[in-house]
């Protein structure tokens, strides 16, 4: 997997405000990798700079080898991108600006290819303004992937989104990275992380807390694991609560969802309470480590610290 | 990337007509200015044609001073222009193509006023389409200066429109554009001086009534090229295609650039004495009017003889018995030196200044005056270059120099020099009317001229 976007010790301050502080990392080919934090965690100001709509205090940020700051227009040709607060004139069709767009780069792009390629053919006449949500996102994508560029980057490509346009969207964007090219996403939503991003990288207060998989983020990370249980008749949560491991219960509906700092033991131990009180398990499901505690956590930590 | 650019423009130029809001102010306002401006000028003869620099100017001003700036804050608002930030091509370049629409648009709207002028009031078209077209041309690049530099310091719309209007409307007011400079005080003339919208006017109205290359007039050319080059720079440094404003000193730095040239150009105006109102400096000499010129002059709407607006009294009847004053008013006017120097063009418009004087000073033997002046201009000058030097007053009525008190004729006070044009040029149809016959003269005809 060949490195597309290196980034190196980025640093960008506002004023006496820390924007990003020394951050690094990489994106290859064929690989999403999902930039998280809280808000104002940096990750706005991290894109910015790879764009070059800002000028980084310090730091390196290499697209195929090539230095951003020196040859800007070369990288840009190389970089499509979806930028979150951005919109279109409200008039403007998606074949219009596609074809404008397109014909920026040299070969110039199949702009009804481009719009077919995101589902947006029906819609090339359309006014802006009369466009969905997700079409809009869509065509944003659109432009982004116009000129297939190596490198992508995506800044909540899913906010506002329903369900089921946001599920689209995923499946485009995954679609994009199986075809090689490398992507950075910007989200909030931790789900998406995790279905979708190879690596994740976690920001918070300017500065990197974490990187790797989603899921070994999640299994090193977080303190406890979910387990839910049904069973015939209601327990009493103090005995729940008295399970070793347990951390806190919570009843669920007609069940009950414990955290657990020691699974295994927990497990056994539930067993036991249960043949003791001649109750009868309907149902147990133990959720693996979860990102969203992991990110908590971390981001929780980090502040204190 | 000359495609894209290319392209870019003629998607700037398809936008602006699918909106209904740039249509109105684009198109609507300048006719509905033009319909004001009919209302209230329209008895000028021919109508309109002395305006039609205000105008013209009034157009050019709000497309590149309000319209643009709306438009293009208003994309930066909504993150348009962020989006061409990361395309491959310096934002400049769209932005000159936004610069060229503009042009367009303000273009095919002065077209279009000066077409319903021509059709709804028989305004003329413009003398000469080069010179004009120059004029045009100076005039929009000083504005667009200005509506750059109002982009860069308006964070939303609404501030933009309110820059905007800091702009827009002192220039009407008070800087010769939307109020003629010669019905203005004379502190207000010198500060239009400092305003680029007082040499637009001037620029515009001078190219229109005299399309002649070697008539160009040069200085407020000028004057407009150095205000809309220092506004250029300084508001291509300041413009932010983020939704942010630049850093406050260098706003002052680079504005402060851009008010110097305004200083500086009204400074020297004032130094060169060139704030006082536009004038026609190069208007044809009475020798180039020719006969269709005189033909074309029309008598209607001429004030009341009896009035207290241009007065000139009945043919004087030997007998009358007239005050020992007016007695001696003709042996001074035959003596006096205006009347006798230079060509007979500026003799006859000198002879009518005084004419002027008296109406404007209400002299009370005004009516009396105007009649002996007119009696000594039948008398001493040749029928056909009278009519001639007439003609040219009537036509040409900024052209020359002009007489503003005639004590040595025992007129008392002193009037302005433009009130005193434009009240000889009514002198003068009156005249030339009786000459031409096209007015009766009750004893003219009687005594068969």
């Known amino acids: 997997m060949a490195t597309i976007l290196k980034v190196q010790n980025l640093t960008k301050l506002y004023g006496s405000r820390k924007g990003v502080s020394n951050i690094s990392f990489e994106v290859g080919s064929g690989e999403i990798v999902g930039l998280l934090g809280p808000n104002g965690a940096g990750k706005t100001t991290t894109v910015e700079c790879i764009l070059g709509l800002r000028t980084p205090d310090s730091g390196r940020i290499e697209v195929n080898g090539i230095d951003s700051r020196s040859e800007p227009d070369t990288v840009r040709r190389m970089m499509g991108a979806q930028l979150q607060s951005t919109s279109l004139h409200d008039s403007v069709t998606p074949l219009e600006i596609t074809r404008l767009f397109a014909s920026f780069y040299s070969p110039e792009p199949d702009a009804d290819q481009a719009l077919n390629r995101f589902g947006l053919l029906p819609q090339t006449d359309t006014r802006f303004q009369h466009l969905s949500g997700g079409q809009r996102q869509r065509l944003a994508l659109t432009l982004a992937f116009l000129h297939n560029p190596g490198l992508v980057i995506l800044d909540e490509p899913s906010a506002g989104l329903d369900p089921a346009a946001r599920q689209d969207l995923l499946e485009c964007i995954v679609a994009e990275k199986n075809k090689g090219s490398a992507i950075l996403l910007c989200t909030h939503h931790l789900d998406e992380a995790r279905r979708i991003c190879d690596r994740v990288i976690v920001l918070n207060s300017g500065s990197t807390v974490a990187q790797g998989t989603p899921a070994s983020l999640a299994s090193l990370h977080s303190e406890t694991v979910s387990i839910r249980l049904r069973t015939a008749q209601c327990p009493n949560p103090l005995d729940l609560k008295s399970i070793p491991g347990i951390v806190t219960v919570t009843p669920s509906g007609d069940a009950w969802i414990l955290a657990s700092s020691d699974p295994n033991q927990s497990l056994r131990e539930i067993g036991r309470l249960m043949e003791a009180t001649g109750n009868r398990i309907l149902e147990i499901h133990m959720e693996v480590a979860s990102l969203e505690d992991a990110f908590l956590r971390l981001t929780r930590h980090s502040s204190a610290l | ?449």
């Open chain 2, 1 to 449: 990337m000359i495609k894209g650019i290319w392209r870019h423009f003629i998607l700037t130029l398809r936008l602006n007509f699918r909106s209904g809001r740039a249509i109105a102010y684009g198109y609507i306002m300048p006719i509905l200015f033009l319909i004001g401006f009919g209302a209230v000028f329209r008895s000028g003869d021919p109508p309109l044609l002395h305006e039609i620099g205000q105008i013209l100017t009034i157009t050019i001003l709000g497309s590149a001073c309000l319209g643009m700036p709306t438009a293009l804050v208003a994309e930066r608002e909504k993150g348009v222009w962020r989006r061409y930030q990361l395309l491959p091509v310096p934002i400049n370049a769209l932005l000159s193509g936004v610069l060229l629409v503009r042009i367009i648009l303000a273009f095919t709207a002065v077209g279009l006023q000066l077409g319903l002028a021509h059709w709804i009031y028989g305004t003329p078209l413009p003398s000469g389409l080069l010179t004009f077209g120059i004029a045009f041309a100076v005039v929009i690049f000083a504005f667009l200066g200005i509506g750059i530099i109002l982009t860069s310091q308006a964070k939303d719309v609404p501030s933009v429109q309110a820059l905007g209007q800091c702009v827009f409307l002192p220039m009407i007011l008070i800087g010769g554009v939307g109020i003629p400079l010669y019905a203005l005080p004379d502190w207000c003339r010198q500060l239009a001086a400092f305003m680029p919208g007082r040499y637009a006017v001037e620029l515009l109205q001078s190219t229109y009534e005299d399309g002649s290359l070697q008539h160009f007039p040069a200085y407020p050319a000028l004057i407009l090229m150095v205000m809309g080059a220092a506004a250029l720079i300084a508001g291509l440094r300041l413009i932010q295609w983020e939704q942010s404003r630049p850093e406050r000193s260098r706003s002052i730095l680079w504005i402060t650039f851009a008010i110097a040239s305004w200083a500086g150009a009204g400074l020297t105006s004032i130094f060169l004495d060139r704030s006082t109102p536009f004038h026609l400096i190069h208007s044809p000499s009475f020798l180039a009017i020719d006969e269709m010129a005189i033909d074309s002059i029309t008598y209607d709407g001429l004030p009341d003889d009896h009035g207290i607006y241009t007065p000139l009294a009945p043919p004087l009847n030997p007998d009358q018995r007239m005050t020992h004053r007016m007695r001696e008013f003709m042996p001074r006017l035959k003596n006096w030196d205006p009347g006798l120097k230079g060509d007979t063009g500026q003799r006859v418009r000198n002879l009518l200044a005084v004419a002027a004087i008296a109406d404007i000073t209400q002299d009370n033997s005004e009516a009396i005056i105007a009649r002996q002046i007119y009696d000594f201009m039948r008398a001493d000058f040749d029928p056909q270059e009278l009519n001639h030097a007439l003609a040219w007053v009537i036509l040409s009525p900024h052209a020359g120099s002009v007489v503003s008190a005639a004590p040595e004729l025992g007129l008392r006070g002193e009037a302005h020099p433009d009130i005193i044009r434009e009240r000889s040029a009514w002198y003068a149809r009156k005249y030339l009317g009786r000459v031409l016959r096209q007015i009766q003269d009750s004893q003219t005809e009687r005594s068969g001229g």
